[in-house]
Every structure is written in structure tokens, then in C-alpha cells.
């Protein structure tokens, strides 16, 4: 038979999202299930949200303005730069899919923290790139000496997780610091910040304060999270005014819905009960912490809305004792279980199902 598909994607693993609460509660028996393994915040939209949305959908047989001119004037008054510096997307990851079709040709190297998302090795297959993964350390986090080290005259991109995602490590100023000022001026070095907003640990940088004026830095922000579209797809990056043209290039048609950008337009207002949103997550993440490690779990350290027991070939029944309990989790085969932070109440339910599955 005719092979119609690239035979290289054969091995490619697929992204795998939480589990859908609609089939444990079917298989269960139960009336509603937890789930705690998308990294959402829990809290439903930011006010004004929803009446954003609905007037948008009055207009929703126009296309969207595609150059994002309003969103992206509000977020360039925000953070001080541009708005030619400014690219908006259909979330940060599909700004992350673009940038690497900007960046890279087959054969051109990416590299990364592993583990770190799961989606840098699907996007950088998508265009023939090559990843190169470098181990993290033994405390879960980026290992920027062998980064470095990583580095070839065929590498196009450098990407660093901060925080890391799934394990919630952080990298703080001055080892960031050494790594950038080690980067040769021809790579891309991307600063992955999709929680931002829920680092505390003074000594974590804010990429686009600290580096945003260096020509090879380019900065990846999500209102998925913290913002509470994840259901609406909002993304935004940061970059040199030619880096970001480059990327607008490639970028996909009308990819910013029109929905979209009201949304983001309408959250944006609401800085304040973000950041009221985000000490209530934090304060459940140290909760939730303290806890596990009470249970003798080695949680390292996070700096994101999420918690990592690094359980390595557990992993996969630790996440099965948590959803027989109707608490569906994030377990990384081999690796680890990543855990979202919830309300109080689904944080409570999470620990009695982990004190359970820990015990086996």
C-alpha cells in the first residue's frame, strides 16, 4: 500500500491531554469526578469574561482583525515595549509550532530540558527539526551547564521552561544569566513562561523585564492559565521587532479568533483579581506540598499551579489509585505524576486518594 504520511512520525508520541471527566464518571458509577491534570485554574472566567464574549459572538460572521491591533496595543502599554514586538496566537504552544516553522529547516537542532512539555519534541518533528534533550538534574530541573554544552553550529533554538513543566522547578537570575551570556548570538534562545504569574521566588527573573532587550531572546506568555482562558486559546510572544515580522510570516490566517481577543481584552482589565487568584492557588500549592512530603513523598520544590512527585515507574498506578478515588491526575510513564492545584476541596480529596496510592 501506498504510504501517504511521513514514516518518521511513526515514533512520534501523540500529546496526550487529561483525562476526560465525562468517561471516569461513567466508568465509576459516580455522579462527578476531579480532575486536577490540565493545569487549569479553577476558578471560572475573570469578570467581564463572558458579556466580552457574547458581544463578540454578535460579529462572529466577520473574521477577526488578524494583526490583533487592539489586544496587541493593550499588552505592548502593559509591558512597556512595542507592539511590533508583539505576535499573538491560538495559545503559546501553537506560537511555539510557528516559531519553530520561522526558525528551522530538517536537520536544524532544538534544544531542551527533558523532561520538560511534551509538545516541544511534536512541534519540533513537525518540521524535520532535530531535538536534542538534555537530562534534567536530580533536583527536576534544567541542567543549563549541559545545555550549553548541547549547542552545535546546527542548533536554532534553545528553549528553556521557566517554571518547568510537568515537575514545577524554577531557574533562578544568575544561573540564567551565565547560560545567556553563553549562548551564541545566532540561536534563539525562547524563555518559556507560561506561569509567570504564579512565581514567588523573588530570584526567578521575569524573561522580559531581565532579557527582553537582548536581540536573540524571545519571550513565550499564555492567558491559558492565570488568566483562565485555556478554553479559548490565547497566547502571546515577545520578541526583536525583525524576529517577530519573521514569525507573523508564517503565522496561521485568522488564527486569533475573533471570541479570543474580546476575551483576552476583557481579562486584561482584571489584573487585580488575577493576582488575588494567584496567592489563593499559592497558598494551596504550599498546602498541598507540605503535605505530600508529610506523606514521605519527594515533591520538589514549585513555582507553578501544579506539584510533581517524581514516582518513576509508579507513576501509572499512583494515577490509577487517584481516578478508582474520582481524582484524575497526570502520570508521565516512567517519570512522574504531575498534580494541578485545585480549590481547597479538590485539593483535600487529591490527598486522601494520594495517601492512599502512596501506601501501595
Known sequence: MTRLTRADLDGLPAYVPGRNLADLTRELGIAEAIKLASNE???GPLPGVV????DAMLHSHRYPDMGSTALRDALAERF?????????????VALAEILVKATCLPGDEIVYSWRSF?????ISAGVGATSVRVPNTDGHGHNLDEMAAAITDRTRLVIVCNPNNPTGTAVRRAE???????????????LDEAYRELVTDPDVPDGLETYGD???VLVLRTMSKAWGLAGLRMGYLVAQPEVA????KVLTPFSTSLVAQAAAMAALAQEAEVRRRCALVVAERDRVTEALRAMGASVPTSQANFVWLPLGDGAVAFGQVCESRGVIVRPFQGDGVRV???TPDENDAFLAAAEVALKN
Open 41 to 43: 485554574v479553577p476558578y
Open 51 to 54: 458579556e466580552a464574549v457574547t
Open 80 to 92: 512597556g515595549v512595542a507592539a511590533e514586538r508583539i505576535v499573538t496566537g491560538c495559545g503559546s
Open 118 to 122: 511534551e509538545a516541544y519534541p511534536i
Open 176 to 190: 540564567l544569566d551565565r547560560f545567556i551570556a553563553s549562548v551564541p548570538s545566532d540561536v534563539l534562545i525562547v
Open 214 to 216: 537582548r536581540p536573540n
Open 245 to 248: 515580522a519573521a514569525i507573523r
Open 340 to 342: 494541578t492545584i485545585g
